[in-house]
C-alpha cells in the first residue's frame, strides 16, 4: 500500500526519480528542497551545472528541470499523492522552478502512472543506430498525446521536412565542432574513470554515420583517438520536433515536461529515444527549425525515434547531494 508520509524513505524516492530525467550533456542543473510546513518540495535551478556556451539563455537548462518535475509529478502520484505543481511559482526568486505540493492524497490513481513509473528506470539516451523497423502510428499517436497533455506540441514531419530538419542538425553540429568555446565546452562534460557523477561517460557515447546521413553530436570533436568506429544508421530516422505556442521560460519548463513525458510514453511502447539539439543551439538555426505552416511554432527539440539495443546509463548525483531541507 502506498504511503503518504512525506519521511526520509519517501524522499529519496521522489528525489531519486527526479534526478533520473534527461539533461543537456546529463549537467543535471537542479536541486530539491523539503519546505516542511507547507509539504512542498522545490525544485531550483543549479547554474553552477549550466553549459552557457551552448544554451546562453538557459532554455535547455529550463528544460532539463522541466523534465525532472515530470519525473517527480509521476513518483509523487505512485506513491498516492495527487500533486500540485506551480511553475516558476515567485518572481522574487527566478532560480525556484516549480513548486510541487504534496499535502493531498489521490482519490483515484492517474491512468498510465504506474506505467509510466517503471519506465523512468529504463529510459536511456541511444546514441547508436536503430534498425529500419517503422514505428507504429498507434505508438506515435500516443506520443503526441503525452506532449499534448504538458500543454505542449508534437509535430510529426514528412520525409521532405526531416530532410530540411537534419540538414540544419549537420549545419549546427559542424558550427559545434569547429567553433572553440562549443567545442570545449562539449568535450569538458565527456567523464572517465572516478568523475564527478554528472556528465557522459566514455562509454554512452555513440558512433558517427558512416553514410553521413544522420549528424549525432560528436562530443570527442576533433580527438580522433576517442572516435568510435562510424556505423551504418537507419535509412529513414523517424524524426518528431517538439514544440510551444510561446517562447517564455515557463514555456521551456512546459516543453521539458513534455519532453519527458513522451519519452517515458516511447519506454513504455519499445521505443527507443535519442535527442537532437544542436540546431537549437544556434538562433537563426533554430529560427529556421519552425515550420511556418504549423503552429505552434516555437521548436523546442527535435527527438529521434526508433528502435535498438536499451542503450547504457549515465551516472546520477545521489539524493543527499541534490536534497536540502528548510523549515
Known sequence: MPTLALDAAALEK????AVAAPSIHN??????HLQPDT?????????????PAADPQGRALHISVGAAVLNLRVAARHLGWAP????????????LFAAVGLDAAAAVSAPGTERLYEAIWRRHSIRTPFTDEPVPPTVLDELVAAARAED????LPDHVETARLLHLTAEAERRNTTDEAQRDESRSWIRTGDAPPYGIPLAALGPQDLAGHLP??????????????PALFEHEPRIAVL?????????????????????????????????????ME????????????????????????GYGPEGAPTPRLAVREVLGREG
Open 27 to 32: 549537467s543535471q542543473p537542479w536541486r530539491f
Open 216 to 229: 549525432m553530436r560528436d562530443f570527442a570533436a576533433i580527438h580522433a583517438a576517442e572516435h568510435q568506429a
Open 84 to 95: 500540485s505543481v506551480r511553475l516558476l511559482p515567485d518572481p522574487a526568486e527566478p532560480d
Open 14 to 17: 521522489l528525489v531519486s526519480a
Open 152 to 155: 505542449a506540441a508534437l509535430h
Open 39 to 51: 509539504s512542498t518540495l522545490e525544485v531550483r535551478a543549479d547554474r553552477s551545472r549550466a553549459v
Open 282 to 305: 544556434w538562433p537563426h538555426l533554430r529560427w529556421e527549425a519552425r515550420d511556418p505552416h504549423r503552429r505552434p511554432g516555437y521548436v523546442q527539440m527535435l527527438i529521434r525515434l
Open 243 to 279: 514544440a510551444t505556442e510561446h517562447d517564455t521560460p515557463e514555456d521551456w519548463l512546459r516543453a521539458g515536461l513534455a519532453l519527458e513525458h513522451v519519452l517515458l510514453a516511447a519506454t513504455v511502447y519499445g521505443v527507443r529515444a535519442s535527442l537532437l539539439h544542436q540546431a
